[in-house]
């Protein structure tokens, strides 16, 4: 394994083990507040609020969309910090910057494989069957949600160097990012706002398309190509461009640390 | 080899700018130790920053022939909940020590800090000498060929001084290039072979050291 992959390894492992490390049941929190949520979930939606569901598993959708969005807030805000949060690690070991915000986005990740682990045994457990190419929607959702998760992290945790009020503005624009996807509900969109809709908010369409394997939705914008075809170039272009700029403004960007 | 070829570092700031470095050129050659010396705010981190590659020069470039190992701060990513053992390699780790030396080491290690039955424990359990121990044990392991060591003598005893000096050494034997951060000038001229003097808002100067 070459030094960087090492480094990558070890930041995520001190990042990860650290974190649960201090606690009681320590890394078994991983497990338990998922499954925690989701029984709380299942008894707020299943006796408190039973008359205003529209169908039987709006417990398990809500979950699953609530994870996705989890793993993007999670990647997002962790990343944020990952530079301006550790001035030792940037100026007293020889790390590329990039390195900090990638580890934020591998703990992330680690974390939703083990919350989707919790949905997987309750999905299966609930008799559930998923849509026929469920892998390709779900996959294919995921990673979008991943490259977007990971690109916007990068930047953030390049501008945050610069201009430390993106702190507070993106927690803001995360609550309000909550309600303006199709996470608790859908939202209504008249016809042909969709288009706008969907491009301001790049992270409803994977996670409808996500959605898509497991539940009764159909990712509305999934039968316009040209629409598509630009989603996905720019969802390929983000990572790049993000490393490119991280890697551009890494002299000036060090003497902000 | 470490070669500073007009380099200028600037730190801007809306308060007033900073200049630590006007059009610096020195050549550093392997087999040597160099101590760098001076008051607080002169510069000393900065140049050792800068020989890292940590901080960028704002004009001119610093050209590096070789592996650096900097030990700025020692045990720098310690984790004071994680273990001595798990700190062992997440800091090997991070120093560019690959997993299997770290693995055929750990033993060596943990006993060249005189550690042994204490590696389970958490950090924060450990006093700063128990830690200052273990971070110079791992970074004994490192192989570089420019290594930086920035006041990691300010926190051992004297046993763990000779030590350092004896590492210190070794690797000047084995042609490695060595610079030492400390403020105390009697143990530089005692070990070093040439001093960088730093002084406010000057180029460092190089004086031999004479035994």
Redesign the interface.
């Known amino acids: ?1 070459n ?1 960087t992959l ?2 990558l ?3 995520s ?2 990042e990860f ?2 974190r649960y ?2 606690m009681r049941i320590g890394l078994l929190w991983v497990l338990v507040r998922p499954t925690v949520q989701l029984a709380i979930f299942y008894s707020i939606f299943g006796f408190l609020f039973k008359t205003n569901i529209t169908h039987e598993h709006f417990a398990l959708e809500l979950f699953f969309g609530l994870a996705l969005w989890s793993f993007f807030s999670e990647a997002t805000s962790s990343a944020l910090t990952s530079i301006s949060g550790k001035p ?8 590329p910057l990039w390195l900090l915000p990638s580890s934020s986005f591998i703990v992330a990740l680690l974390n939703l494989v083990l919350t989707m682990s919790v949905f997987a045994a309750f999905y299966l457990y609930a008799g559930l069957q998923p849509a026929p190419g469920w892998m390709f929607a779900f996959f294919g959702g995921l990673a979008l949600i991943a490259l977007l998760a990971y690109s916007v992290g990068v930047l953030l945790s390049i501008t945050n160097l610069f201009f430390r009020d993106i702190q507070q503005i993106w927690e803001l624009l995360l609550v309000y990012g909550v309600f303006l996807s199709p996470i608790i509900y859908y939202v209504n969109i008249p016809e042909k706002l969709l288009t706008l809709y969907y491009s301001v908010n790049p992270f409803a369409f994977p996670l409808e398309l996500a959605k898509s394997a497991f539940f009764h939705v159909t990712p509305r914008m999934s039968t316009n190509t040209t629409w598509l075809t630009c989603y996905l170039l720019a969802a390929a272009a983000l990572p790049v461009l993000a490393l490119l700029a991280i890697n551009t403004i ?2 000036k960007a ?2 902000q640390v | 080899m470490i070669k500073f070829d007009h380099v200028t570092k600037t730190f801007f700031s809306p308060h007033g700018d900073v200049t630590l470095l006007r059009d610096y050129s020195y050549d550093f050659s392997d087999g040597t130790i160099y101590g760098l010396y001076g008051p607080n705010g002169t510069g000393k981190s900065t140049f050792a920053r800068l020989i890292t590659g940590s901080i960028f020069p704002t004009s001119g470039n610093v050209q590096r022939e070789g592996k650096i190992v900097p030990f700025l701060e020692l045990g720098v990513a310690f984790h004071m909940e994680l273990s001595g053992r798990e700190n062992i390699f997440v800091n090997g780790g991070l120093l560019g020590i690959s997993l299997s030396t770290l693995r055929e080491s750990y033993h060596e290690i943990v006993e060249y800090a005189e550690l042994v039955g204490s590696e389970h424990k958490a950090l924060k359990h450990y006093s700063s000498g128990m830690m200052a121990r273990l971070a110079y044990s791992i970074s004994r392991y490192a192989d570089g060929d420019i290594f930086i060591f920035d006041e990691i003598l300010a926190v051992g005893d004297a046993a763990f001084q000779e030590k350092c000096f004896e590492n210190f050494e070794r690797l000047k034997q084995q042609r490695k290039l060595i610079f030492i951060i400390s403020h105390s000038l009697p143990l530089l001229e005692a070990h070093a072979d040439s001093i960088l003097l730093f002084n406010k808002g000057a180029n460092p100067t190089l004086a031999q050291v004479r035994r």
Do not use: A, T
């Not at chain 1, 030792?88 to 790390?95: E, G, K, Q, R």
């Open positions: 394994m030094k090492i480094s390894y070890m930041l492992y001190l083990k650290g490390k201090p030792n690690f940037v100026l007293n070991i020889h790390l890494e002299g060090r003497d």
